[in-house]
């Protein structure tokens, strides 16, 4: 089984399985160097806060969904290469990369309900990082 993110857009529930950036390591990488097109990713946070993401050494241009309490509260729009801070001035305690064009092809916008699943293995890990 693998990781799943739902979103229920404005068109249509919409699912996408996803990568899940557990370990700071991990979410430090996030999506570097991935070539057209990339995976989506998500990033769990176990503590709500403003969040600010940038492009450095993102080679393919994104969608950023910032995402709190399984709602979408902010949407960006990642640049390649760029070191420019992308993120509302609300707390989220999920963000979701997909790939450039994703939020316009399923009509996705601020108000959407999120729900992640994760798989055992991603369960697992969360566990041991803790």
Known sequence: MSDVVYINGSLAPVKFNTLVAVTDG???RGLMWMKWPPPVMCFPYRKIAIRKFWMKNTISPLDILFCCGNSIVGIGR???LSTAPI????PSDLVIELPAGSVNEHRISV???VRLAFSPETLARQIVTG
Do not use: F, N, V
């Not at 993120?87 to 609300?90: M, N």
């Open 87 to 90: 993120g509302p001035d609300e």
């Open 111 to 113: 108000g959407d309900t």
């Open 78 to 80: 990642g640049e390649p």
């Open 26 to 28: 991990e979410q430090a």
